[in-house]
């Protein structure tokens, strides 16, 4: 006890972000509103451990091994090898699929879950980079299939979030919206129907946003030798990507039209070829899905060809969300249809529909810019003053009554000016003052306005 | 794609629990609960990385080595041996420690904070043992000195919790408090004084539930030699559990006498002893803490000096919290005061007053116990079937309006009757009919009483 103590001072780990108690409210804040918009539309929770087994997430089959925590007992011994790998899973994918596969019998179908999980990517540190972070999902799964209709409700619950999140009121945010089936099947139609080659058209595409649209095919040109080819890829994407250009300029109702362009494109330059039906399907599809979000705001749904998502699963509608103002930032809220959930795990055709807010990354950028509403640090609506020790059964009691209907810190004492200094920093909106002796009146201090009245902790209400 | 596939069967992960929708909504209500009393007394949230620095976790000394996950890179390489290793964190207490030292310009004293986050131990799979799980803690720390009125405040929120958590209602707890500087206090009195043999004897005492009174003292045996210190241990310690024996019996108003036997005892039996100051205190901070409680249901707290708790670092008060028929489930609910939170982290005093409940124990008992009153997998109030496709637009409107007020799920059609029998395996306690055709009314129907009448979607309100 007498020796000195060795002080290990503590300091941040990058890419684990921690808040203080301020912007920590603001976070629950956010959290409870996506809950409750996610609830309001009938999606129920579920929540996964924090690991999956690594043969289940390898069974997913991504290029994703650099980015995986795994777990090894600090006392690991021979025992632990004859079990399997744990890893912190780094998305909330992976396990919905290998939950929809066990739990299958318990689901019912149409299975519409949230989730709100945290999930760690095992990245090198770097600024701004979190390898631990929210993700928010909703996703709908059914068997053998699903209605579009669903793939027209996320962005519906994505814009009713995003644009009533506390310190959001000033960001302009837009959805982008497109249909994979579109790229796919102008592809084919064209005859290029190599699945690698396909793979790698989306991942460039999928890039044409940082890259821009010079250069955003070079990894074509470094993988594909057939100089005809080349010139088809080129020309076609060209057009593909004009096309995308034009629909952001033409009226809505005249998009379609514009959609069109694409099949009547290959009739008359490939006169030989023949269209594709996917690409119908997707140019339909996608009217579908865009023409039932005419309700929101003017801007806040648009059709963008370019949206392809890098990942390879999604088979259908995409989407992409940036700020309007600085789209370069990154999508903050993505997803996707595909066709089939958990095929790795289990022997049932399982389509699905889903998105996913980045929220650290989203919370983060807000939290930065210095929009959120900060400066409560405590949830207590009233701060009871002890007056002295005569009246602390009166403090006690005032504060349990009060806290039938209000969030109530109760001071234990202390000199009445430290009192109340601590809850003017705690930013607590009401101190209460219980009377300083029998016979006398409780009086209630607005902090906000300065006014302070008599008042009974019986009937007294906060004014809204 | 035509090749065949390889199919990987999920199963649970032993000690990882993981709920279907149903048990996950009750669980929502549990932590919702635990979050609104919480608030209710003022309580901040924070919430800490899942990760700490392993030298952060080691300098709390404790002997917690072997529980530990440590977390790799799946694709480490040589870089990585230069960063600081991260393992996941065994509890809540050492991140407080760690986050208050870290911090401690930002916060405002006294800080009171609850945490409600997983925790993981890093254990060989066992039947019952959990290797994640929730924790809600709650805590108050203090500069220099923090009154001892927090210390009784803590039962009397657990006791608010504990008793209403939907399932728990036939359920008899009981909270059990002492204080250590009691036993402290009787050992020093008479000489025992030396810290490893109190630690020794406070692990014995705590374990005298599980082990008897004929044996809890073994260990003592084991590792004292000096046969009158043994005998001094052995009788002073039989005294001492027969006082606390007596407290169960004798009516509170007479238990602080009942108290004093302990200093009675020393001064009849061992005159020559000088009775050691902290055992007054600690009768005294008993007595405060516990007439502090009398509000509460008779038998909800009792005072009990068995009462020790294994850990080393508590102080004064500590409690555990026992379902009455059945003490040796072991505490579902344990805390108590320290002297110094964070002294390994920051120069500071530091002392504080905490409770731990042990959630998902507690819950899976419950649940195992077929209490919890689940049913419902939808957190929808209302469903609105999807009459036919003309009427898609009047149906997705009444949702639309229904979902101001109501959490509310649109289907998106099939057969009626697959509809209806969707919504009832979900258990929605409404069903919105919209007209199936132009000018006929919308008809609404209350699953439980099969009632079906018109209604409005304007002005159309669930009966409470």
Same mark, same amino acid.
């Given at each position: 006890?007498?020796e000195?103590?060795?002080?290990?001072?503590?300091?941040?780990i990058?890419?684990?972000?921690?808040w203080?108690?301020?912007?920590?409210i603001?976070?629950q804040?956010w959290?409870d509103?996506?809950?409750?918009v996610?609830?309001?539309?009938?999606?129920c929770? *579920?929540?996964?451990?924090?690991v999956?087994? $690594?043969?289940?997430?390898?069974?997913?089959?991504?290029d994703?091994?650099?980015?995986?925590?795994? /777990?090894?007992?600090l006392?690991?011994d021979?025992d632990?090898?004859?079990e399997?790998? /744990?890893?912190?899973?780094?998305?909330?994918?992976?396990?919905?699929?290998?939950?929809?596969?066990?739990?299958?019998?318990?689901l019912i179908f149409?299975?519409?879950?949230?989730?709100?999980q945290k999930?760690?990517?095992?990245e090198?540190?770097?600024?701004?980079?979190?390898?631990?972070f929210?993700?928010?999902?909703?996703?709908v799964?059914?068997v053998?299939n699903?209605? $579009?209709?669903?793939?027209?409700?996320m962005?519906?619950?994505?814009w009713?979030? +995003?644009?009533?999140?506390?310190?959001?009121e000033?960001?302009?945010?837009?959805?982008?919206i497109?249909?994979?089936?579109?790229?796919?099947?102008?592809l084919k139609? &064209?005859?290029?129907?190599? =699945?690698d080659?396909?793979?790698?058209i989306?991942? #460039?595409?999928?890039? *044409?946003?940082?890259?821009?649209?010079?250069?955003?095919l070079? =990894?074509?040109?470094?993988a594909?030798?057939?100089?005809?080819?080349l010139?088809?890829?080129?020309? #076609?994407?060209?057009e593909?990507?004009?096309?995308?250009?034009?629909l952001?300029?033409?009226?809505?109702?005249?998009?379609?039209?514009?959609?069109?362009? &694409?099949?009547?494109? %290959?009739?008359?330059?490939? =006169?030989e070829?023949? *269209?594709?039906?996917? +690409?119908?399907d997707g %140019?339909?599809?996608?009217?579908?899905?865009?023409?039932?979000?005419?309700?929101?705001?003017?801007?806040?749904?648009?059709?963008d060809l370019t949206?392809?998502r890098?990942?390879d699963?999604y088979t259908?509608t995409?989407?992409?969300?940036v700020?309007t103002?600085d789209?370069s930032?990154?999508?903050?809220?993505?997803?996707?249809?595909?066709?089939?959930?958990?095929?790795?795990?289990?022997?049932?055709? &399982?389509?699905?529909?889903? %998105?996913?807010?980045?929220f650290?990354?989203?919370?983060?950028?807000?939290?930065?810019k210095?929009?959120?509403?900060v400066?409560k640090?405590?949830p207590?609506?009233?701060m009871?003053v002890?007056p002295?020790?005569?009246?602390r059964?009166?403090?006690?009691?005032t504060?349990h009554?009060l806290?039938?209907r209000?969030?109530?810190?109760?001071?234990?004492?202390?000199?009445?000016?430290?009192?109340?200094?601590t809850?003017?920093k705690?930013?607590?909106?009401?101190?209460?003052?219980? =009377?300083?002796?029998?016979?006398?009146d409780?009086?209630?201090k607005?902090?906000?306005?300065?006014d302070?009245?008599t008042?009974?902790?019986?009937?007294?209400?906060?004014d809204?």
């Amino acid at each position: 006890m007498s020796e000195k103590k060795k002080i290990y001072k503590p300091s941040p780990i990058s890419g684990f972000p921690e808040w203080t108690p301020d912007v920590r409210i603001v976070e629950q804040q956010w959290l409870d509103h996506i809950r409750r918009v996610f609830e309001r539309y009938g999606y129920c929770n *579920i929540e996964t451990p924090s690991v999956e087994e $690594l043969d289940v997430i390898a069974a997913k089959g991504e290029d994703v091994d650099k980015e995986i925590y795994v /777990l090894e007992r600090l006392q690991a011994d021979e025992d632990d090898k004859k079990e399997a790998r /744990l890893a912190l899973h780094f998305d909330q994918t992976v396990p919905l699929a290998r939950y929809v596969a066990q739990h299958f019998n318990d689901l019912i179908f149409p299975f519409k879950r949230y989730q709100m999980q945290k999930v760690w990517r095992g990245e090198r540190p770097q600024a701004g980079r979190f390898r631990e972070f929210y993700q928010c999902d909703i996703d709908v799964i059914n068997v053998d299939n699903l209605p $579009l209709h669903f793939d027209a409700e996320m962005p519906a619950i994505i814009w009713e979030i +995003l644009s009533s999140l506390p310190g959001m009121e000033n960001e302009q945010i837009q959805i982008r919206i497109s249909n994979r089936k579109i790229l796919f099947g102008f592809l084919k139609s &064209l005859g290029i129907s190599d =699945p690698d080659e396909i793979a790698l058209i989306t991942r #460039c595409l999928d890039k *044409i946003e940082k890259i821009g649209q010079n250069e955003f095919l070079k =990894p074509v040109f470094d993988a594909i030798t057939d100089k005809k080819k080349l010139d088809l890829i080129t020309n #076609c994407m060209a057009e593909y990507v004009a096309i995308s250009r034009k629909l952001l300029d033409v009226h809505p109702q005249d998009q379609k039209k514009a959609l069109n362009l &694409l099949p009547l494109f %290959i009739k008359e330059q490939y =006169p030989e070829s023949q *269209i594709d039906p996917q +690409l119908i399907d997707g %140019i339909d599809e996608l009217d579908t899905v865009y023409n039932s979000l005419t309700h929101l705001r003017k801007g806040a749904v648009i059709r963008d060809l370019t949206i392809v998502r890098g990942l390879d699963y999604y088979t259908g509608t995409v989407y992409e969300t940036v700020f309007t103002e600085d789209p370069s930032y990154g999508s903050i809220c993505s997803g996707g249809r595909y066709d089939d959930l958990a095929g790795n795990y289990i022997n049932k055709h &399982l389509p699905g529909v889903g %998105i996913s807010i980045g929220f650290s990354r989203l919370f983060d950028r807000i939290r930065q810019k210095g929009q959120l509403p900060v400066g409560k640090h405590s949830p207590a609506d009233i701060m009871v003053v002890m007056p002295n020790e005569e009246m602390r059964a009166v403090a006690t009691q005032t504060a349990h009554i009060l806290r039938q209907r209000y969030n109530v810190e109760l001071s234990h004492g202390g000199k009445l000016k430290k009192q109340l200094a601590t809850a003017e920093k705690k930013g607590i909106p009401y101190i209460w003052f219980p =009377p300083f002796e029998d016979g006398l009146d409780h009086e209630v201090k607005n902090m906000k306005t300065g006014d302070q009245v008599t008042a009974n902790p019986n009937d007294w209400t906060i004014d809204e």
